[in-house]
């Protein structure tokens, strides 16, 4: 057959994209249960570290049904729901009328103290950005944080998921001596902004060079806390 | 080794250099060389999609329409890619969270195109085989050279460890802002490419 005709070209492509198309998909859907579990994986690991739990892919599943004892799904004025925390999609709800929306809530225990873990869900410069913040029993001060991105870029805005990032907020408060709701601010300006801003209680340093990021982050934790706002200042009552 | 296949090996490089002879995938080289660690996984990720896409349109050159070889290649490559961060998703779920971007980024890189029309269209499996490991190798030295500079240099660090003591930030030294940003890449891809022109002296033009 000539390997220049138009028909060999027709049949030669098809026959190629089909080939890869099948080799991909089989791929795809035999390591799918695989990434699956991946990913649950790390969705625990990442609440337990919020919760300053030390985990490994290997002990994740297990350190989660020890310590994490409860979980459930609040609306927007705070009140339990029926629904599943782990499995709720945090992005499909936001598409969701407010009142019709459930937030995930995860209680930790160890050493018999209590942490509420709230997930958070935002935008980056390139891509989705989430993460866990694990409160003290006042449903104020921040126990712990962990973040994560997908596609930040590296060295600047990526490195919202390394621990010195991470640790600086854990001490902060989300309400004003008042109760009003105030959310986290990330100053700009290199180590010790927030200091010389003067914002000791609610500042944390931004990412030199990773200024979207950071603002993303900022606008993520306040967007995602301030859905959990009634739920807080009711628990703190309780 | 015969000399023959030694060259495919090694003239990629020093004198065939893809980035600072050829001046192919430079877009990468400036997108991934702003730490250490990023770039040497995205040289091994090149190694691996290069040398395999090298081999396979080797095998297939005989049967592709000229008309639709270019497409053809970019199937395969975007093949290879795809494949590699399914794998590494299911088995090595860290690195490929590490990978992320980069990824799709092989894909765009023009080595791989470049080596594949110049060179695996015309050749036998095996010489394939090396020019790919070659022209990888090639491109990946030049990636760490610059990653190396630019994150001592923009983050004073190297390979994520801090290694500018601090009464030498306490005497006033900073960090260099500019080292982190792209053009800076470029800078340092310039002075490799001077350097090397000035030691090799096959390169030196009249």
Redesign the interface.
């Known amino acids: 057959m000539d ?2 005709s138009n028909l ?2 027709f049949i ?2 098809s026959v ?2 089909v080939l ?1 198309a099948l ?2 998909s089989f ?2 859907i035999t ?1 799918s249960p ?2 699956q579990r ?1 990913m649950e994986v ?1 969705k625990k690991q990442n609440i337990l570290t919020s919760v300053s739990i030390e985990s490994s ?1 290997e002990n994740a599943e297990e350190l989660f049904s020890n310590h994490i004892k409860e979980s459930f799904v609040v609306d927007i004025k705070g009140n339990k729901k029926s629904g599943d925390a782990f499995s709720t999609d945090l992005k499909k709800e936001m598409s969701k009328d407010l009142k019709d929306r459930s937030f995930p809530v995860f209680i930790s225990e160890k050493d018999n103290k209590k942490n509420i873990i709230i997930p958070l869900l935002g935008k980056g410069l ?1 891509g989705p950005l989430w993460g866990y913040i694990s409160l003290e029993k006042d449903c104020n001060t921040i126990f712990g944080a962990v973040f994560d991105h ?2 930040e ?4 805005g990526a490195d919202i998921n390394k621990e010195w990032f991470e640790k600086p907020f854990t001490g902060k408060k989300f309400f004003d001596k008042n109760g009003n709701f105030i959310s986290i601010t990330v100053h700009k300006g290199g180590k010790g902004a927030a200091k010389m801003a003067g914002d000791l209680e609610h500042g944390v340093d931004a990412i ?2 990773g200024t979207i990021t950071s603002k993303g982050l900022e606008d993520m934790v306040k967007d995602c806390m301030k859905n959990y706002e009634e739920f807080l200042k009711k628990s703190k009552t309780n | 080794m015969d000399p023959k296949s030694k060259k495919l090996l090694t003239n990629p490089i020093n004198i065939d250099n893809p980035i600072t002879i050829q001046v192919l995938g430079i877009c990468s080289a400036l997108a ?1 060389t ?2 250490l660690e ?1 770039a040497v996984v995205m040289s091994i990720s090149v190694l691996f999609v290069l040398a395999f896409a090298n081999v396979i349109i080797s095998l297939m050159r005989n ?6 070889r270019i ?2 290649q970019l ?2 490559i975007a ?1 290879l890619v ?2 590699v961060d ?2 590494l ?3 090595l ?1 860290d690195v490929s969270k590490q990978l ?2 980069f990824v799709g980024l092989i894909i765009t890189n023009c080595i791989i195109m470049g080596r594949l029309e110049a060179f695996a269209l015309a050749n036998k499996p095996f010489p394939a085989f090396l020019d790919g490991l070659g022209n990888s190798a090639g491109y990946g030295i030049i990636l760490i050279i610059v990653a190396f500079f630019r ?1 001592l240099l ?2 004073g660090t190297v390979w994520e460890i801090p290694v500018i003591p601090d009464f030498v930030y306490e005497m006033g030294y900073q960090n260099n ?1 500019l080292m ?2 792209p053009p800076m890449a470029l800078i340092v891809v310039g002075i490799i490419i001077w350097v090397q022109r000035a030691k090799t002296p096959e390169l030196i033009e009249n």
Do not use: D, H
């Not at chain 2, 049967?63 to 639709?68: A, C, G």
């Open positions: 390997k220049n060999y070209t030669y492509a190629l994209v890869v080799v991909l791929t795809a390591l695989m990434q991946n790390e892919v390139w997908k596609a870029t590296p060295g600047l030199s060079g | 991934v702003v730490k990023p049967t592709i329409p000229s008309r639709i497409i053809v199937v395969i093949f795809i494949l399914q794998v998703k299911a088995f779920y992320s971007v994150e923009g983050s802002g982190i940003l």
